[in-house]
Each structure stands twice: as C-alpha cells, then as structure tokens.
C-alpha cells in the first residue's frame, strides 16, 4: 500500500511512502477497538461522586414519634432513607472506573483503528511542516487547502510542536496529537488522519514492538 505525501497546500510532492501491511492492511479486530475506547473513556471518568447515608446524615436521632398507637408504621429516625432529607440507599460512593487490558490488545486496538482508516481511504500524508509563530489562521488555511475545514482531523506528529498544537486549539474539529499519545479513541473519531511524513516510520516501528 503506498500513499502520496502532500505538501500544506494539498499539492502532491512527488514523494510517494509505503504503508506497512502489518499495521495499515489488517482485518480490524472491532472487539479489541471497543475494549480501548471504553478504557479510554472509563479513564477520562474522575469518580468523584458521593451521596450522604443514613450514617452521614446530620438530623436529630430523637424517636420522631412514639412506637404505638400512631395508626402508621414505626418510625425511629428522621434519617431513615423513607423520609425526605434522608439518607441513601446504597448510593454512589468515589471510585476508580478503570480496568486492565493487555499491551497486545491494546496495540491490535490501534492496528485495527488505523486498518480501518486505510480501509476507508481515510489517511493522508503530509510533509513536515511547523509555523513561526501559533496563529489559529494559519491552521486553518491548511485544512482549507486539504478541503478539510468541517470535518474531524487528527494531526499525528512524531513530537510535540507547540505552535502547531496552539494554533489547533481553537478550531472545533481539529485536533493535533504526537506518535506517543496518540489513542484508539482520537484515531476512530477523527474522519480524517493527517500522518507527518517522518511520523509515520516512528508510528510503524512502536507498533511493530
């Protein structure tokens, strides 16, 4: 599988790169992907939540009214979770939403995710490129030049490039991300790859570990 690389003004330089079989022309495992998306997003959960219990309930523990001949049920707390302003019933306590998967599955995860995006014809390669100074506008005469401007992409970089990312931030659909961070969930949800020329070696070399 070969793709052409393109310079940022969506022109074909000439240079054409190889695209590794083993990484690009895969039959994607959609299991191994929904297991690294959920990771992904049971990661991004803070877990912070909590409700009070009985036990935790700053109210009076005097008997709220006598035992018998009340014609209703006992009642011995005005915490009890029967009463407005109770406590809770086994209510949510903080907690860590994560789980282990394997390295391998999470490797064949990101296989599958880049073998579906060869697939769909959904990957460009471009020519290095950086900007001298982070400026939204110069991002997007970019994606305007790739015809890109109202769909999700995502730029992999083999490092991170601060004027790059900065100049990305602020356009919705956009997202820039280097080789190292880059994730099933970010490569299944951008329509479109956009692949540094000198990424894509670093890319194929991780996932080949």
Do not use: C, W
């Amino acid at each position: 599988m070969e793709l052409s690389v393109l310079n940022i003004k969506g022109e074909d330089t000439g240079k054409k790169v190889s695209m590794s079989e083993e990484i690009f022309g895969i039959e994607p495992n959609t299991h191994a992907i929904y297991l690294d998306v959920k990771l992904y997003l049971a990661n991004q959960r803070q877990g912070t939540h909590k409700s009070k219990e009985r036990a935790e309930i700053n109210h009076s523990t005097r008997k709220i009214k006598k035992q018998k001949g009340t014609g209703g049920a006992r009642a011995g707390s005005i915490k009890s979770p029967v009463f407005v302003g109770g406590g809770r019933i086994f209510g949510p306590r903080p907690r860590d939403y994560g789980f282990k998967i394997n390295k391998k599955v999470k490797a064949l995860a990101r296989k599958s995710a880049l073998s579906a995006k060869a697939k769909a014809d959904s990957i460009s390669v471009l020519e290095a490129f950086s900007f001298d100074a982070p400026k939204t506008k110069s991002y997007l005469n970019v994606l305007n030049s790739l015809a890109l401007v109202n769909t999700k992409t995502l730029l992999i970089l083999p490092t991170i490039d601060s004027n790059l990312y900065l100049s990305s931030r602020n356009i919705p659909k956009a997202k820039v991300t280097t080789v190292d961070a880059v994730n099933t969930y970010d490569l299944m949800y951008a329509d479109r790859l956009l692949i540094s020329e000198s990424a894509l070696s670093i890319l194929e070399t991780q996932l080949n570990k």
